[in-house]
């Protein structure tokens, strides 16, 4: 399978394209991010045959027909998000890319017949938000614009998108300002951790290797034009969470002091809390023959991978 990865980077982006990899496909990875910039969550695939990387912006109209016409992918997963860092530019970003993936695709699949055409797909990943209406940050804004304009672009031109939604990723090699790094990081180094509105924040919770092993089947065998839950109900209070974190903790690596959740506390109230999406999985483990791994493997895999790196860090310093 010949995938094309906008922000094949990023944590999502770097799982997809590491699993397509893996399992023997080929990637064009397309990343604005400059390529002297380490990322460490590709090191296993970089150099791997089957995977390529341009420096490009998904914007970039002209660039992105050429790299689909001479890449000639059998799908387009469309992940790239434009920083928050830069809130002048979001709106236009997220819409810029959003038309030059669709133009792209428009013009390519006109260049397909027979089986090639029937078969490809553009698969486009939605961060879902709660059903309880609640004031969008500006980057939800421009994100939730975009996907509006995908989907009903697509419709009018009869391009083949699927829409996934998903909740709250986590994994390694994960940005250590989200929820569930900031988590691990506290308690490994053995700082303590204050939750935020009484801990009582919910999300539902997906695994990063399910999330990328879903946008993958939507790829494969998703429906045109139609919309999938990516989700292993588990919807958790943030409390919940470190609980289950601490309780693993204790398994492996008993704290000295005590148990590790004596770390954790709470703070402020739940008045401001999130709440998750209503997500169902039960279409896309149907339809695309999805079989996630679960909230507790995916758990499992990602402390055992913080403790290997926390022991890489401390033998780093050791021999220093």
Same mark, same amino acid.
């Given at each position: 399978?010949?995938?094309?990865?906008?922000?094949?980077?990023?944590?999502?982006?770097?799982?997809?394209?590491?699993?397509?990899?893996?399992?023997?496909?080929?990637?064009?990875?397309?990343?604005?991010?400059?390529?002297?910039?380490?990322?460490?969550?590709?090191?296993?695939?970089?150099?791997?045959?089957?995977?390529?990387?341009?420096?490009?912006?998904?914007?970039?109209?002209?660039?992105?027909?050429?790299?689909?016409?001479?890449?000639?992918?059998?799908?387009?997963?469309?992940?790239?998000?434009?920083?928050?860092?830069?809130?002048?530019?979001?709106?236009?970003?997220? /819409?810029?890319? *959003?038309? +030059? &993936?669709?133009?792209?695709?428009?013009?390519? =699949?006109?260049?397909? #017949? %027979?089986?090639?055409? $029937?078969?490809?797909?553009?698969?486009?990943?939605?961060?879902?938000?709660?059903?309880?209406?609640?004031?969008?940050?500006?980057?939800?804004?421009?994100?939730?614009?975009?996907?509006?304009?995908?989907?009903?672009?697509?419709?009018?031109?009869?391009?083949?998108?699927?829409?996934?939604?998903?909740?709250?990723?986590?994994?390694?090699?994960?940005?250590?300002?989200?929820?569930?790094?900031?988590?691990?990081?506290?308690?490994?180094?053995?700082?303590?951790?204050?939750?935020?509105?009484?801990?009582?924040?919910?999300?539902?919770?997906?695994?990063?290797?399910?999330?990328?092993?879903?946008?993958?089947?939507?790829?494969?065998?998703?429906?045109?034009?139609?919309?999938?839950?990516?989700?292993?109900?588990?919807?958790?209070?943030? /409390?919940?969470? *470190?609980? +289950? &974190?601490?309780?693993?903790?204790?398994?492996? =690596?008993?704290?000295? #002091? %005590?148990?590790?959740? $004596?770390?954790?506390?709470?703070?402020?109230?739940?008045?401001?809390?999130?709440?998750?999406?209503?997500?169902?999985?039960?279409?896309?483990?149907?339809?695309?023959?999805?079989?996630?791994?679960?909230?507790?493997?995916?758990?499992?895999?990602?402390?055992?991978?913080?403790?290997?790196?926390?022991?890489?860090?401390?033998?780093?310093?050791?021999?220093?």
């Amino acid at each position: 399978m010949r995938v094309l990865v906008t922000g094949g980077c990023g944590f999502v982006g770097s799982a997809v394209v590491r699993l397509v990899v893996e399992s023997g496909g080929q990637v064009m990875n397309l990343d604005r991010r400059r390529r002297a910039t380490p990322t460490p969550a590709l090191n296993p695939i970089a150099n791997r045959e089957g995977y390529a990387r341009l420096e490009i912006d998904a914007a970039d109209r002209p660039m992105m027909r050429s790299v689909m016409r001479e890449f000639a992918p059998d799908a387009v997963i469309h992940l790239a998000a434009a920083p928050e860092s830069e809130p002048d530019a979001l709106l236009d970003s997220e /819409i810029g890319m *959003a038309h +030059s &993936v669709l133009e792209a695709s428009r013009h390519y =699949i006109a260049t397909l #017949a %027979g089986e090639r055409r $029937d078969n490809f797909r553009l698969v486009h990943l939605l961060r879902a938000e709660s059903d309880i209406p609640a004031a969008l940050t500006e980057a939800q804004a421009a994100r939730s614009t975009a996907a509006a304009l995908m989907d009903r672009w697509s419709r009018a031109c009869g391009l083949p998108l699927v829409t996934c939604a998903a909740g709250e990723a986590f994994g390694p090699w994960q940005s250590q300002t989200s929820f569930m790094a900031s988590l691990l990081s506290h308690l490994l180094y053995e700082r303590p951790i204050a939750l935020p509105n009484a801990g009582e924040s919910v999300r539902d919770w997906l695994p990063i290797r399910d999330l990328a092993t879903g946008l993958i089947a939507a790829a494969q065998f998703g429906a045109p034009q139609s919309h999938v839950d990516l989700s292993v109900d588990a919807e958790r209070r943030d /409390i919940d969470v *470190a609980e +289950s &974190v601490c309780a693993l903790l204790d398994e492996r =690596i008993p704290h000295a #002091a %005590g148990p590790w959740m $004596d770390l954790v506390s709470c703070t402020g109230d739940a008045t401001s809390a999130l709440l998750a999406p209503m997500l169902d999985s039960a279409e896309a483990e149907r339809d695309l023959g999805w079989q996630p791994q679960g909230f507790h493997t995916g758990l499992d895999r990602l402390l055992s991978w913080a403790l290997a790196s926390r022991a890489a860090v401390q033998a780093r310093v050791a021999a220093e």
